[in-house]
């Protein structure tokens, strides 16, 4: 979507830690998702952070949150081939029925 | 049972067909939509309804026309397709307010129209 931004593409090697970064632009997110897409399936939501917060984590998921910048990333520690996948930024209000997606990561681990 | 169901995965069809992509759901929820993925692009929602008798236009709605059965079943058709509407296409539902448990995806249905 138009209003949330995302590089297309990441490459990273099996065991090394993962950065995607996402930015938006509406001030009134109160939530911002992250969804992993595997391949040939739906979007599943892999973690989430209220816009209250300025990190949170989750295993070997922490999720970073600049709300000044209004930056958001993702960061996947020791990435394994299962981690493979396209990841989804998207924000929303709490109120609200619509969710706007980034144009989604592809994430590639080689070994 | 998947919470949400779509039908079918996969379908190739002519230009100018009409096509139906069916949509059914277990969750209860009230809201439902659909949603267009194209690479390099993300999701785009294509219609989305409040319940059986609220049904609004989302973003790109040009093209397609929906039907809501029951609160359990929303369709999308698309009346004459051409190339262009060649994509992945995700139904998803969502109970009443939004929060970070809202949405539940389908698995997608591959339309390609050649």
């Known amino acids: 979507g138009e209003d949330v931004e995302q590089s297309l593409f990441l490459s990273v090697r099996e065991g090394d830690s993962s950065v995607i970064n996402c930015t938006y632009t509406d001030s009134s997110s109160t939530y911002l998702y992250w969804y992993k897409q595997e391949p040939g399936a739906g979007l599943q939501l892999l973690t989430y952070?209220?816009?209250?917060?300025d990190m949170k984590q989750d295993q070997r998921l922490t999720v970073l949150l600049n709300k000044k910048d209004k930056h958001l990333s993702l960061r996947i520690a020791d990435t394994q081939t299962g981690d493979s996948a396209i990841y989804f930024c998207a924000e929303g209000a709490y109120n609200d029925y619509k969710l706007s997606f980034g144009a989604g990561t592809t994430v590639t681990v080689r070994a | 049972d998947a919470d949400v169901t779509q039908t079918p995965r996969n379908r190739i069809t002519k230009t100018g067909k009409r096509i139906m992509l069916e949509c059914s759901q277990t969750?209860?929820?009230?809201?439902m939509y659909w949603y267009r993925q194209d690479p390099g692009l993300g999701l785009q929602l294509i219609y989305y309804?409040?319940?059986?008798?609220?049904?609004n236009k989302g973003e790109i709605s040009d093209g397609y026309s929906v039907s809501r059965q029951a609160q359990a079943k929303f369709s999308l058709s698309l009346e004459s397709a051409i190339p262009n509407q060649t994509a992945l296409y995700f139904c998803?539902?969502?109970?009443?307010?939004?929060?970070?448990?809202?949405?539940?995806f389908g698995s997608g249905t591959r339309l390609t129209v050649v």
């Open positions: 998803a539902t969502s109970g009443d307010r939004g929060g970070p448990l809202g949405y539940t």
């Open positions: 309804s409040f319940d059986v008798k609220d049904i």
């Open positions: 952070i209220f816009s209250n917060m």
């Open positions: 969750k209860g929820h009230d809201r």
